[in-house]
C-alpha cells in the first residue's frame, strides 16, 4: 500500500475559532521506503499567527503573503494523496484544519480522497511489524502529551496507561523511557510542572508494568535546567548550540 507522512503548521491551535494552515509537508512511503515523491507547499492564511504558534514555527506573516492560499493549492494535495493510506502523528488536530479548509474550498473532507489514517497506537503496531520484517529492534521513547495541547503529538497521560500492555505486546520495539514537550511559556519555570507530571508517570507506569523506563527526554534550551532538576536523562538544546533556526524560501 501507498503511505504518506503528513503534517502541517498552523496560525494558531483552533481551526473552529478561525486559525488556518500555513505550510503542509508530506513524504511517501512505497514498498517501506521512502521515495524522493515529495510535497511541501507554504499556504497564505490570509490571517496572522498565534505569538505561541510564531515562536513554535517561526513562520512569519511576510513570508506567508505572496504565498498561495489553500484553495489554489488544493487540487494539487488531493491528487497527490489520492488513495493514500495517511500517517499523521496527533491526527485529529490536523484533520479538523485540513477538513477546515478543505470545506471553506467547498471540496469534500479528506476521509474521501485517502484510503485511511493511522495515528498513535497503530503507528507504533506499523513501526514494530516493519521492524519485524527487517529483522530490526529499534529503541524508542514514548511521547507524552502532558499539557493536553491539541498541537502536539504523543499520548494524553490516561491513553497510554490503557494502551501500555499493548505497546509492551510489541516484541520488537525497545521501549527505553517517556519524552514529552511543555507548553511555550516566557519562564522557564512554567515548565517545571509538565516535567514533574512526567517523571511521575514514568514512575508510575513502571510500578504498575514491573519494567525500566530509564530516560526521560524532556527540556530544551530555555529550559533545560529546570527539566535536568527534574530527573531529566537526555534534553534538546540545538539553538543553543546552532543559534535560531531559519526559513529558506
Request: glycine share 8%.
Amino acid at each position: 500500500m501507498r503511505r504518506v507522512v503528513l503534517d502541517t503548521e498552523t496560525t494558531g491551535l483552533n481551526a473552529g475559532l478561525g486559525d488556518r494552515i500555513i505550510e503542509i509537508g508530506c513524504i511517501e512511503i512505497l514498498n517501506r521506503r521512502v521515495t524522493d515523491n515529495h510535497f511541501h507547499r507554504y499556504v497564505n492564511p490570509e490571517r496572522k499567527s498565534e505569538e505561541g504558534a510564531l515562536k513554535v514555527h517561526g513562520i512569519t506573516g511576510e513570508f506567508l503573503q505572496d504565498k498561495p492560499k489553500f484553495r489554489e493549492v488544493a487540487a494539487e494535495f488531493l491528487e497527490y494523496i489520492r488513495g493514500a493510506e495517511l500517517i499523521i502523528h496527533n491526527a485529529a488536530f490536523d484533520l479538523e484544519f485540513l477538513n477546515r479548509e478543505l470545506d471553506l474550498a467547498k471540496l469534500p473532507p479528506i476521509e474521501e480522497h485517502c484510503a485511511g489514517v493511522v495515528d498513535s497506537l497503530a503507528l507504533a503496531q506499523d513501526v514494530n511489524r516493519i521492524a519485524e520484517e527487517e529483522g530490526l529492534y529499534p529503541r524508542v521513547l514514548l511521547e507524552v502529551n502532558v499539557a493536553g495541547e491539541g498541537s502536539k503529538f504523543g499520548f494524553a497521560p490516561d491513553k497510554l496507561r490503557e494502551e501500555m500492555e499493548e505497546v509492551l505486546g510489541l516484541r520488537r520495539l525497545s521501549i527505553e523511557g517517556l519524552m514529552c514537550i511543555p507548553p511555550i511559556a516566557d519562564e522557564a519555570e512554567s515548565s517545571r510542572q509538565y516535567f514533574v507530571k512526567l517523571r511521575e508517570l514514568r514512575d508510575s507506569l513502571e510500578k504498575e508494568f514491573n519494567l525500566e523506563l530509564p530516560q526521560l527526554l524532556m527540556g530544551m534550551t530555555n529550559d533545560f535546567e529546570i527539566a535536568v532538576e527534574e530527573g531529566a536523562t537526555l534534553v534538546r538544546v540545538g539553538t543553543a548550540i546552532f543559534g535560531e533556526r531559519t526559513r529558506r524560501k
